[in-house]
């Protein structure tokens, strides 16, 4: 443990330990010091890292487990459907994905239905596969077929014709006889298909216009707030699910552990976690120590 | 406006005409398998659907794949349809890849006659053409069929609101219970007057096209009416043009009911951007200057809906919010006084304005309410019974149900 | 005049979009009325706009609180006015993209939109803490369940919910904090949310019959008004 | 610590909107009215380019030809231009007449939107059997135990909901069960809402302390 990270603890726990005497007492706190604790808390942990162990949910586990499970050369469509608002949460998952389908030796073809995916498809392109992949090769182990506009219409398309809608990738060679989209008619003929996103179009619209006509496997990321909306599908309609940072965090702990190549590296899920975490607990901090006053003050008028 | 030409406006016409065209179009295509020697086999069972209750714009041809079209194989590449009309040159439309056995033929007119051949398409070079179909006219059809219980249910809703409506026109006393946040209007315009602090009134973002807006706007004409009576400062910054006008054509007319048109002054209603953050940086900025005593928070609301609320909290606010975004509802309920629930937004007006004629619509809301609960009721029990015994009587019930409540 | 001709222009329109949803050939309509309203919309801002500009401009020649600040915001909107509306650096002419990258308009956007939208909307991350600490007290039973569910829902986000509770035997696995956050997700929420959408539904459909048969007509207005 | 005036700009504004949570002053005023004034100016060029430029101007007037143009665009131009005769007070009252538009339009479209997509598809979602098996024909409690809870918090849910009736005896007792759905609904929704809000604010953090200052690698 660095000094960084006992300071963090120090200064996080010292200012409940500060709110606590106060409540116990029956004074309220102030709401601008509430905010500055809530500012400490997110703004230390991101200079001084804190990492948690992560245990794997069963939601995030099928994914990991079904991409392992998959022979090699196995092909992927991985589609960015997020915009850079919930690239904290998202970006991350993609990541890690596309690092674990390529070190397992299988194909991805990248597209999204957003226009500010692309954007961070060129991240996951620029940052991931030349600097852990540089053997990867376009056309063979990966194709960016690039952003599509028409939302809905895309999709269904390419349940049941890819090359109608993407006939070239997105520097316009043609896909036809792309080795990494061999024997790809529709979308229902990939191996696994994975959405990360959270608005619409997204993981709903993939399942009712693809996966389910198709039956083709489906997965899905997605920012928190949108993940309940997702939980209906699972399991028969989608097998697995990744929300929130929590979501990437456990994703790159079990690829991790498993991959010791990837051991070191960047975990921007599990490093985020550390001021989410901490700030997740102090607010459950404050409820219960709102209660404590309240319960206080209750007891006070009571005997008065 | 006269029916068009072809049109039937009874379903089963319609469909005794699909099939009878299906029919010939069958007969002649069956006649058409007869690849030369070399040559590629066409395609064959050239069927030509008009779908049923659209607008008569699209043809569905659909065939038989060649008998040289294995998967796995590459023989054949794809399949090219063609189209004439009126005796016309015969031309390309589309080309679909091998595999496919349909193509949807977005390009036509009503009032024309199609003739249809699908042609085979070798890797080398051949091709095999099959013979043409039979001419067929797209239909248009005036009303949708397939939505006949949507159209029914409307008509059950829409009886039982307007029969409580006329019930309590006659003067039948109708019982509405109490909304707390409605009750609490009074004491909060009162609260506002006696502190001589201003009201502030936030309509949401959104834009008239949004039913929620409308129904602020309508509370807003009652809320307005009271603060008129009361004498209190009125503000209402809006993020949308369109409401602005409509929120001072609102108040405006409150004002004038309650005899106090000279009280009444346009910049009540401000526009502010139609930045969602933008409003809200300035709102903000408002209640910390201004310090309203009551604030209402009442239409669409996203992201900005608690950093609104606990702002007006810190300053001392009584808050009256409301909204129909499921997702917002936990932040007002976390940061008002009173939150009108989804629907109780709606019914505001209504209960509001005291008047029998829109307490008669709630009381129609009910019996809609009565009716989802009721089927809702039968749906879970018979499906419960055929899951337990088997029964297929209580599986059809199911199905049934599910098919009248589900629309695409 | 004044209120018989808006009431039936709501009668006439409102009922035929209601119609035109059986009917194929008048399907076309509400999509066309949308673009009706959007040109409408445009009309309006420039009443919106204007207002903008009278506010500012009487609180700089009046001197009022803050009048300086007046003075920023006109200067902001007539900057932004002027490069987007003359397409000031932007090679697209009449038909091109506004805020087409590389452009000044897309500057203005990139460096002072972004960030300070971004910036409001994490106040929520302040106020959130705010909020549960005072609102968030267990004054009743409703209170209590509404602050339970929060309370396990945060747990469960976090790695600690589900180190707290591995200790449950696997035989009532439902206990634990990621099982128990997936439950209330999916059931008793799924529940709430489904009571709410129909009675909304159903509110809306009562409202908007009270707009359209004219039972309520505030938006008319007044006569002579 | 950056070099490039638009991070410097962006940094300068957040600290601006941040210092807004200690309390108001001169500098929240600066970022509040910038943000204000050019961001009306902003929404202003693209509505207009959007919609009288891009739908009704080339809707009328297509570029290209054979496109046919949608002449029934001027009814909404005028409509609009009505909205103008507020600038003259003494016929104001015909602005009334685009908005009465509206309001029917909206109204009618919203009505069968909500009818269908949040009324009659969500009853129909709600019939399912209390009976839950597993793939395997078994008996699942875990299913069963969900769906007789989605069941009952959506039936006393509404009965909530009910506007005519008294909320006494029986019936008051399930709509306050139905209260009890409602609290778990709200409180779940605002716990989950907390990952996705907090991390906006390590997003505006990460700009800070990264993209300013350079202080993370």
């Excluded at chain 2, 239909?139 to 009886?159: I, K, M, P, S």
């Excluded at chain 2, 009074?186 to 096209?209: S, V």
């Excluded at chain 3, 035989?171 to 929420?189: G, R």
Aim: with cysteine.
């Amino acid at each position: 443990m660095t000094t960084g990270v006992i300071f963090t603890l120090v200064v996080i726990g010292g200012a409940l330990a500060y709110f606590a005497w106060r409540s116990l007492r029956g004074k309220e706190i102030d709401r601008r010091l509430i905010f500055l604790v809530i500012g400490a808390t997110v703004a230390l942990p991101l200079i001084f890292p804190l990492e948690f162990e992560h245990q794997p949910s069963p939601l995030v586990e099928r994914i990991y487990e079904r991409i392992e499970a998959l022979p090699p050369g196995s092909q992927i469509l991985l589609s960015y459907d997020f915009d850079p608002g919930m690239a904290p949460e998202v970006q991350p998952m993609a990541d890690v994905i596309t690092r674990h389908v390529l070190a397992r030796g299988h194909r991805i073809a990248f597209m999204s239905l957003w226009a500010t995916g692309q954007a961070q498809l060129n991240q996951t392109l620029n940052n991931v596969i030349p600097v852990d992949f540089p053997e990867a090769e376009i056309e063979r182990d990966w194709v960016n077929l690039g952003f599509k506009a028409g939302n809905e219409g895309v999709l269904r398309v390419i349940a049941s014709d890819l090359p109608k809608m993407f006939p070239t990738d997105v520097e316009g060679r043609p896909t036809a006889g792309m080795p990494a989209l061999e024997g790809i008619r529709s979308a229902g003929d990939f191996d696994l298909v994975i959405s990360f996103g959270g608005g619409k179009p997204g993981p709903r619209e993939w399942i009712l216009f693809v996966a389910d006509p198709t039956g083709v496997d489906f997965a899905a990321g997605t920012a928190a707030v949108s993940a309940p909306e997702l939980y209906p599908y699972y399991p028969n309609q989608m097998l697995g699910l990744m929300g929130g940072a929590k979501g990437a965090a456990e994703y790159e702990t079990a690829f991790m552990g498993q991959y010791e190549q990837f051991a070191d590296m960047p975990s921007p899920g599990r490093r985020i976690m550390g001021p989410l975490t901490m700030a997740h607990i102090v607010i459950l901090a404050l409820i219960v120590l709102g209660n404590v006053i309240y319960f206080r003050s209750r007891r006070e008028r009571g005997t008065a | 406006m006269p029916p068009a030409p072809g049109a039937r406006s009874i379903a089963s016409g319609g469909r005794v005409l699909i099939l009878t065209l299906t029919l010939i179009t069958l007969t002649s295509s069956l006649l058409a398998t007869d690849p030369g020697p070399g040559s590629i086999a066409p395609p064959t069972l050239i069927m030509v659907n008009d779908l049923d209750y659209d607008n008569g714009e699209s043809l569905t041809i659909s065939w038989v794949p060649s008998l040289d079209d294995v998967p796995g194989q590459s023989e054949v590449v794809a399949y090219r349809i063609l189209r004439s009309s009126g005796g016309g040159q015969e031309a390309t439309i589309g080309t679909v890849l091998a595999g496919e056995s349909t193509f949807v033929d977005q390009s036509v007119n009503r009032d024309s006659a199609y003739v249809y051949r699908v042609a085979t398409i070798a890797a080398n070079g051949g091709e095999g053409y099959s013979l043409p179909t039979d001419a067929v006219v797209p239909n248009r059809e005036w009303l949708n069929w397939d939505l006949v219980w949507l159209f029914l249910a409307c008509l059950v809703l829409g009886g039982s609101v307007v029969f409580f409506i006329e019930t309590a026109r006659r003067g039948k006393k109708l019982f509405v219970r109490k909304i707390a946040g409605l009750e609490a209007i009074d004491e909060a315009i009162g609260r506002a007057t006696e502190m001589g602090r201003p009201i502030l009134y936030i309509p949401g973002i959104q834009d008239m096209d949004e039913v929620e807006t409308l129904a602020s706007l309508t509370i807003l004409g009652k809320v307005s009416r009271q603060i008129a009576d009361y004498d209190t400062q009125l503000f209402m910054p809006v993020a949308r043009s369109l409401v602005m006008t409509a929120g001072r054509e609102t108040i405006k007319t409150s004002y004038l009911e309650a005899g106090r048109a000279d009280a009444f002054n346009e910049d009540m209603v401000r526009y502010i951007t139609d930045e969602q953050f933008g409003y809200v940086a300035a709102v903000d900025g408002y209640m910390v200057r201004e310090r309203p005593a009551t604030i209402f928070l009442l239409g669409a609301f996203f992201g900005e809906s608690l950093v609104l609320a606990e702002m007006g909290n810190s300053v001392g606010a009584i808050q009256i919010a409301g909204t129909a975004r499921p997702p917002q509802i936990p932040f007002f309920v976390a940061a008002c006084d009173y939150t009108l629930i989804g629907e109780e937004l709606f019914a505001a007006s209504a209960y509001l304005s005291g008047e029998p004629r829109q307490l008669g619509s709630l009381k129609g809301q009910d019996v809609g309410k009565g009716i989802a609960m009721a089927v809702i009721l039968i749906g879970v029990a018979a499906a419960t019974i055929a899951e337990l015994t088997g029964s297929g009587f209580f599986a059809g019930v199911v199905s049934t149900l599910q098919n009248v409540f589900t629309t695409r | 005049m004044n209120r018989t001709l808006p009431f039936l222009l709501t009668f006439i329109v409102g009922f035929t979009i209601v119609i035109a949803t059986f009917s194929p050939p008048l399907d076309r309509l509400a999509v066309d009325t949308a673009v009706f309203f959007s040109i409408i919309a445009v009309f309006a801002m420039i009443l919106g706009g204007g207002n903008l500009v009278k506010i500012n401009l009487v609180k700089i020649t009046r001197r009022q609180r803050d009048w300086q600040f007046a003075i920023v915001t006109l200067v902001g909107f007539f900057f932004v006015l002027i490069i987007g509306l003359f397409k000031v650096g932007n090679p697209g002419g009449v038909t091109g993209q506004v805020d087409a990258p590389g452009t000044p308009f897309f500057d203005v956007y990139t460096y002072v939109f972004v960030p300070v939208g971004a910036t409001m909307y994490s106040l929520l991350a302040f106020f959130i803490a705010s909020a549960s600490y005072r609102a968030f007290r267990a004054k009743n039973r409703e209170a209590t369940i509404l602050l339970i569910a929060a309370s396990i829902i945060m747990l469960g986000a976090t790695p600690f919910g589900t180190m707290l509770t591995a200790w449950i035997p696997d035989s009532l696995d439902i206990f634990e904090v990621p099982n128990l956050h997936f439950f209330l997700m999916s059931s008793p929420n799924l529940a709430g949310q489904r009571a709410i959408m129909i009675g909304i539904a159903l509110g809306v459909i009562s409202y908007s019959l009270r707009v359209l048969l004219g039972v309520e007509r505030s938006h008319i207005g007044k006569d002579g008004g | 610590m950056s070099l490039d005036i638009g991070v410097w700009i962006g940094a300068l504004l957040t600290l601006g909107i941040f210092s807004f949570l200690y309390r108001d002053n001169p500098f929240y005023k600066l970022c509040e009215s910038i943000f204000v004034g050019v961001s009306a100016g902003y929404w202003f060029c693209v509505f207009f380019f959007d919609n009288m430029v891009r739908k009704f101007y080339f809707g009328v007037f297509p570029s290209e030809a054979g496109i046919e143009p949608k002449y029934f665009l001027i009814v909404g131009a005028v409509l609009g231009a009505l909205m103008l005769t507020r600038l003259i007070p003494s016929i104001g009252w015909i602005s009334r007449w685009p908005l009465s538009f509206i309001v029917g339009a909206t109204a009618g479209l919203y009505m069968m939107l909500f009818f269908v997509s949040n009324g009659l598809n969500q009853v129909a979602d709600t019939m399912l059997p209390l009976y839950r098996e597993t793939a395997g024909g078994d008996f699942d409690p875990a299913e069963t135990l969900g769906t007789i809870l989605v069941f009952i918090g959506t039936f006393t849910g509404l009965i909530y909901f009910f506007f005519s009736k008294e909320h006494k005896g029986l019936f008051g007792g399930a709509a306050r069960v139905g209260i009890f759905f409602l609290m778990v609904t709200f409180g779940a929704a605002f716990g989950y809402t907390v990952m996705s809000r907090m991390s906006l604010l390590i997003g505006r953090m990460d700009f800070l302390f990264r993209d300013w200052l350079g202080l993370l690698g």
